[in-house]
Every structure is written in C-alpha cells, then in structure tokens.
C-alpha cells in the first residue's frame, strides 16, 4: 500500500542578502510533520532538514561489525513515520514533537522562529549560506504558543499563548545566567487565621483558601520560567493571533510608535501600546465568532484585515477602531454560511497588492484587491488540487508558493484520499491582461519539491492515528462555542 506524506504546514519564502561569495540567495524554508525543510527558491533543490535524519544502514552496519546487539534489533532499520528514530549507539532520539505548526522569519531572512508543538517550545535557528538550519536556543514555554510575530527591530520575539498571556522575549538569548527578579510585594494570603475563626464554616473556607495558595504557589515555581523573558500583556479569553506594527509619530523620540494587536475567541481585537503594553489604546469590536487571523499589509499599515468563524472579513483603521469594509466570504443563497478563515496574506508586486484568503478545509484561495481607501475589491479565486494550507510569496516576481493537503480529499477535513496527491503548487498573475488573473507554474521548483517529498505516513493508519493526525492539521471548529456556553 502506498505510504501518504506528511503535508507542508507552514511555508516561509527568505531572500538573503547578497554577498561577495554567494551573492543573494532565494530560499524556501517549510514544516511538514515533526521536521523544517530548505530549499532553493529557483530550482526545488532540497538544501537541508532539521532534525537530521539517522543513517540508518550506517547505524546497522556498525551494531553487525561490533556483533552487541540482538540480532532482531539489527534488522529493523526502517522505522516508520509513526515510529521515529530511537538509536542508543547512535545517539540519536526521536523527537518529542509531532509537528512544526509555526514558523517564521526574520526580515533579513538571516533567523527562523518555529515552534514545536507538544513540548510548547520555541527554537530559533540560523540558516546557514548552504540551507542548513543551525540551532541558537530552545525555550521552553509554560504553556503552548499560539501565535509569534516579530518586532520590527529583528531582535524581539512576540509570543502569545492559548490561555491569553503574551510574552517578549530577546531573539538571540544573552550569555549571562538568568536570575529571576525578586518579588517585592508581599504574599497574599487570608487576613484571618484559626484563632479568629470559630464557626465550622468559617473554619472550612478558611482552609480551603490556605489549601488554594499552597497549590498557587507550587503551580508558580512548577511553570516559573528560566530563562530572559517579560510578561507584556493577557487576555481573560483564549488568545488566537498576535500582531505587531508600528505607525509614524511625532511624538515618539524614535519616529514611531509600536503596538501589539491580539485576537481571542470572544470576539475582540485588542490594540496595546508596545513596550507599554498595560496601556490599551482601543478595541476593535465587530465580529460575532471568534477571531483567529489578523493580517496588516506592509505597504498600509494603518489597516488591519481580520477573519475567524464569521461568514465575512473585516478591514479596519484599527488605530481609530473604525470598520472600514465588511467583506462576505460566502455567496449569497449558499446554505454553507458556517465557515473558518484559516489564513490572510498581504501579497505586493509592482501592479498589484492583494490579500489572499483559505477558508479551513476547502481548495479555494479567495482573492481581492486591496484598494487606495483600504477597501477589498473581489477577484477570480485560485483553484488548487487540494485544500490550502499556507502561501508564501515570492515578492516583485507576481509569484506566489501554495501548500496543499495531499493527504485528505478537496473540500473535506476528515476523509482521506485513495492516494496521496502533491504537496505545493506555485501561481503567478498573468501580465498581458488587466483584470487579477492567476495562472499556474509548472517549472521546476514546484516539480523538484513534489518529487523529493517529505516523511512518510503510513496508509494504512488505524483510526485513532487519522483522528490525531487530523486534529493537528484542522482544529479551528474547537474554537467555535457550542449552542449554551457562556460568551
């Protein structure tokens, strides 16, 4: 039977500076199951993978020279996606992730920030002139990231968590141990005690708020973070994005003015100030289901796309709080009005500046035009062969990288294909004709990339393994509230 592979779940196109031996270089850097990929942009040349892949006859053959190891040990040298890796001789472990849900770069393209999943922790890396990925740092978060954005300086991580907390934390981690600060304010704790109490209820309360503090305070030093980090701001509802942008000011030292735009589940968008982020400047209020993508265009940084469990986006002043424009997302009739925008990207060329939207679980990239007064204008789709899972885009060459799910079929989250299907196409706006119109590319990047895969799934995954597998890929439906809940 015919092994599937994992999908590509976040593309990141990174152009390097030029140098006097290599000139620029033009990369694309992708997760896909528990592993980030490189390749080069011009040819689909796989550069590198991260972490590297054990050479597993190496590893046989060196066990059957030394004559240690049992001999069923020795010939098992094939493990499959579901079973990484473990060798003792070789050192090698298998990874305590299953996949890779966030990565991004640095505008130099010089760093990559990813997040591995389920031990919450975020890893920086520097790619090197060869694609090779050259691990920095790996900080552990209490809990797991949701969303990362960068600071414009390059040098800041912005990382908000799913229980609301958003922390910064410095890109590249100093040499000096990190002591954590002391706490100057004095332990709350009940003003009453035993002897003040008397009556058996009083007495039980007062025990049971003793009993709560205890447990805070090993709560506390169990998730105390170790390593240079400060906490920004939080969110009594579950957080779903970070964004972060600056504006000119003039009355800024610097010339600007940053803030910090988060998204959570109860339907607000909150604009704090950045570094001061106890200072709310507004909120953008205007959605009725939960927000999980903001989307600010590099070139209109005064406005703010937003979309989540609505049937519509919303294109904001967001330093104003206003609306702008409310754009539908389905068409009008369509029974199917319950839809997930699944991402936004701002993507400029020399005639165009356009915002591309996924719908979770579909095969359409919907396309507008972003207009002078920020308003969207709709365009033709894009069709794909698969649901789309991330875009990239290349910049001034009207091309842009689209991964799809070649694991399950077009339009559905759940049922599987009978085959696997590719794993990225690549699209580009014809230029002899006026109207937005996307043709496909079939050169030899997107060839190259399809034919050296990714790692394997086996096809014949029980039922349970599908069900995680697809649960890692499409969760945005636990982000809807059921009929009943509390708001």
């Not at 973070?225 to 400060?230: A, L, S, V």
């Not at 989307?295 to 702008?324: F, M, T």
């Not at 005639?351 to 990239?365: M, W």
């Amino acid at each position: 039977m015919t092994n599937f592979q994992h999908p590509f779940q976040c593309i990141q196109f990174l152009e390097k500076q030029e140098t006097q031996e290599n000139g620029s270089q033009k990369l694309l850097v992708a997760s896909a199951g528990p592993k980030l990929y490189s390749y080069n942009a011009e040819t689909g040349e796989r550069l590198a993978v991260w972490p590297q892949d054990v050479d597993a006859n190496k590893t046989h053959d060196s066990a059957a020279e030394t004559d240690q190891a049992p001999p069923e040990k020795k010939r098992k040298v094939s493990p499959t996606a579901e079973e990484p890796v473990n060798d003792v001789k070789s050192g090698a472990k298998a990874p305590a992730w299953s996949n890779i849900p966030i990565v991004v770069a640095t505008a130099n393209s010089e760093h990559v920030v990813a997040m591995t999943a389920e031990d919450k922790t975020i890893r920086v890396f520097q790619l090197q002139a060869d694609g090779t990925f050259d691990q920095l740092s790996e900080r552990c978060m209490p809990k797991r990231p949701c969303s990362i954005a960068l600071a414009d300086d390059d040098r800041t991580i912005v990382c908000g968590d799913k229980f609301g907390d958003v922390y910064s934390l410095p890109l590249i981690p100093g040499n000096e141990p990190y002591v954590a600060p002391k706490l100057v304010s004095r332990p709350k704790v009940p003003a009453a005690t035993p002897l003040t109490v008397h009556s058996k209820r009083n007495l039980e309360s007062l025990e049971q708020q003793l009993r709560h503090q205890q447990q805070k305070k090993a709560t506390e030093e169990k998730t105390g973070i170790n390593f240079e980090h400060q906490l920004l701001l939080g969110h009594v509802s579950l957080l779903t994005d970070v964004a972060f942008v600056s504006l000119p000011s003039d009355v800024s030292p610097t010339g600007k003015r940053s803030y910090i735009l988060t998204a959570d589940r109860d339907e607000h968008i909150r604009v704090s100030r950045y570094p001061q982020a106890h200072i709310i400047e507004n909120y953008c209020l205007g959605h009725n289901s939960f927000i999980n993508k903001l989307c600010i265009p590099e070139w209109a940084p005064e406005h703010l796309i937003s979309g989540g469990g609505d049937n519509y986006l919303l294109v904001w002043k967001w330093a104003e709080g206003q609306i702008v424009q409310k754009v539908s997302l389905v068409d009008e009739g369509s029974e199917d009005t319950q839809v997930a925008v699944r991402g936004l990207w701002a993507v400029s060329s020399e005639n165009s500046k356009v915002i591309l939207v996924a719908l979770d679980g579909t095969s359409q990239l919907l396309c507008f035009t972003h207009e002078v007064d920020g308003s969207l204008k709709a365009q033709e789709p894009i069709e794909t062969t698969g649901n789309v899972l991330d875009v990239t885009s290349t910049g001034k060459d009207n091309k842009i990288f689209v991964t799809v799910d070649s694991i399950r079929e077009k339009n559905s989250t759940q049922e599987w294909r009978a085959s696997p299907s590719t794993l990225i196409e690549s699209f580009r706006v014809k230029s002899e004709v006026e109207a937005l119109d996307w043709e496909a590319v079939t050169e030899s990047p997107v060839t190259n990339i399809n034919s050296s895969g990714t790692s394997d799934i086996v096809a014949d995954a029980d039922a349970k393994q599908r069900k995680d597998l697809n649960l890692s890929v499409y969760g945005l439906g636990n982000l809807r509230k059921k009929l009943g809940e509390d708001d």
